[in-house]
């Protein structure tokens, strides 16, 4: 399992950032991919639990990445508008009845994955540092995540949120968030200061485990491990991407401040 997790990260890794540095079209069409099938897990996680209407939520989906691309910040407005306005006309035309929880669950989906994710869209267009600023979230996320699992196993004691996730522990928190700072005060890819690339890793730091406690809870209330299985040894987009999801968000806000 762990020769597989090596193998894949070091495919996947140089391939993401290609696609981040070969251009804008290249860049959205890796986040609407993401996003398709980040969905179709996070359907198949609340399937058990509600009866979806699934095209529309691709589709739905698919409007935040598009509109992100073509009108920017704006756009993940507009898309969400879309969302739902097609959700809740849908129904009407539907010949099976969906309850408000169904309706809410569907319209919940594209919200967590697809509007988030496609702020990676908007931080690469954030000027011509946009690839580099995407580039710092993703060291920055990856290395609380390795640092935050290596002390979480050396030194974890207290765990952080035992109903939801049993293996997280704070000690384990406190390790990622100074490596991800450490990191990212280093990491010269940018024309940010010392003081804003700071500010950027206690962001990315303190965002990273609620992107993965949130997607814990999803998993924990669908009792199940993974959310799929499509990265061999990792599992599946919204098991690697969890994180990404926040920390990419919040960071885009935080430079948009700043610049």
């Known amino acids: 399992m762990l020769r597989l997790r090596i193998v894949s990260t070091l495919i996947g890794i140089p391939i993401l950032i290609g696609l981040l540095f070969l251009g804008k079209i290249s860049f959205?069409?890796?986040?609407?991919?993401?996003?398709?099938?980040g969905l179709v897990e996070f359907n198949s996680l609340s399937r058990k639990r509600a009866h979806l209407n699934i095209p529309v939520s691709l589709l739905g989906g698919l409007g935040f990445p598009i509109l992100a691309?073509?009108?920017?910040?704006?756009?993940?407005?507009?898309?969400?508008?879309?969302l739902v306005f097609l959700v809740l006309t849908?129904?009407?035309?539907?010949?099976?009845?969906f309850s408000s929880f169904d309706v809410s669950l569907t319209i919940l989906g594209p919200i967590y994955v697809s509007l988030l994710l496609s702020h990676l869209i908007l931080l690469q267009a954030l000027g011509k540092d946009g690839p580099y600023f995407v580039l710092m979230v993703f060291f920055g996320t990856w290395a609380g995540d390795i640092a935050a699992y290596a002390g979480g196993r050396l030194i974890g004691r207290r765990k952080l949120a035992p109903r939801i996730s049993p293996g997280k522990t704070w000690e384990g928190v406190v390790v990622g968030f100074l490596a991800t700072?450490?990191?990212?005060?280093?990491?010269?890819?940018s024309r940010l200061t010392l003081s804003q690339r700071v500010l950027l890793g206690i962001t990315i730091g303190l965002a990273a485990p609620l992107g993965?406690?949130?997607?814990?809870?999803?998993k924990r209330e669908?009792?199940?491990?993974?959310?799929?299985?499509?990265?061999?040894?990792?599992?599946?987009?919204?098991?690697?991407?969890?994180?990404?999801?926040?920390?990419?968000?919040?960071?885009?806000?935080?430079?948009?401040?700043?610049?």
């Open 28 to 37: 959205f069409i890796l986040i609407a991919i993401l996003s398709l099938v």
């Open 69 to 82: 691309l073509l009108d920017g910040e704006a756009g993940i407005g507009k898309a969400l508008i879309l």
């Open 90 to 97: 849908s129904q009407i035309f539907s010949e099976r009845k």
């Open 181 to 189: 700072v450490a990191v990212l005060s280093f990491l010269f890819l």
């Open 212 to 218: 993965d406690l949130v997607e814990s809870s999803f």
């Open 222 to 259: 669908a009792k199940i491990k993974d959310t799929g299985s499509v990265i061999p040894g990792h599992g599946g987009i919204l098991d690697r991407f969890d994180s990404l999801l926040f920390t990419g968000t919040a960071s885009y806000y935080l430079l948009k401040i700043l610049l």
